[in-house]
């Protein structure tokens, strides 16, 4: 498989995070080029890749849903075997791609897994849960989640029994793709730096790398 990569940040930075598109927008989004372009901000080197659905509407322009799981967790696991060296890694994603980023993590060797609202629940169907696998991961994780993202509530979200890999940073006011209402004083933008220093923080916990993640303040 031709995995084409959008590549932002240092070519030399020790720890490289991988990023997933979500299930109905493209890897150069504008929510994933904000996010992307904070963290090459902080230092870190940014790779992001397209599943093979969404490679194909990028050459015929056709909408479609996204491939079966097993199609992305094989192409998830070939993206990291063509960047190499897991220890370096962190992959995560938007959503559909930050679930199967959680789900390979384990089997893959790499350093951390990052997911920038996770559909824990399809929305209005609580019952639903896709976090079997969370309850017993290992390898560190961090989930970004707006606080009313109806893809799973705080409420919800504590009753799930998750594993103590996994921390939770939560997105005040955030819808899943961390907009904020007008009345909370905050803008997207603002929701978006502090799940990029969260996001830093994070990585250079994990990574025991010290890039200049105080460098990214707009």
């Avoid at 940040?9 to 927008?25: F, S, Y």
Wanted: aromatic fraction near 8%.
């Amino acid at each position: 498989m031709n995995i084409d990569f959008l590549f932002c940040g240092p070519e030399d930075a020790a720890l490289t995070i991988i990023l997933a598109h979500g299930a109905g927008a493209a890897m150069d989004s504008p929510f994933m080029n904000e996010i992307s372009a904070g963290l090459a901000a902080c230092g870190y080197r940014v790779a992001r890749f397209e599943f093979p659905y969404m490679a194909k509407r990028r050459l015929d322009g056709k909408k479609r849903g996204p491939d079966r799981a097993p199609v992305l967790i094989d192409t998830f696991a070939q993206v990291v075997a063509q960047l190499g060296n897991p220890e370096s890694l962190i992959i995560g994603g938007k959503s559909m791609g930050g679930r199967i980023a959680s789900m390979v993590g384990d089997d893959l060797g790499v350093r951390g897994v990052v997911c920038l609202g996770y559909p824990f629940h399809p929305p209005g169907k609580p019952e639903n849960l896709r976090t079997e696998h969370l309850k017993g991961m290992k390898t560190p994780i961090l989930i970004c989640h707006g606080t009313r993202d109806p893809f799973g509530t705080p409420d919800e979200v504590a009753g799930y029994g998750l594993s103590d890999a996994v921390t939770l940073h939560w997105v005040a006011d955030g819808n899943h793709d961390f907009d904020v209402r007008k009345k909370s004083g905050r803008t997207q933008a603002d929701s978006i730096r502090d799940a990029v220093a969260a996001i830093a923080d994070f990585a250079d916990m994990v990574g025991n790398f010290h890039p200049n993640s105080a460098d990214y303040t707009n």
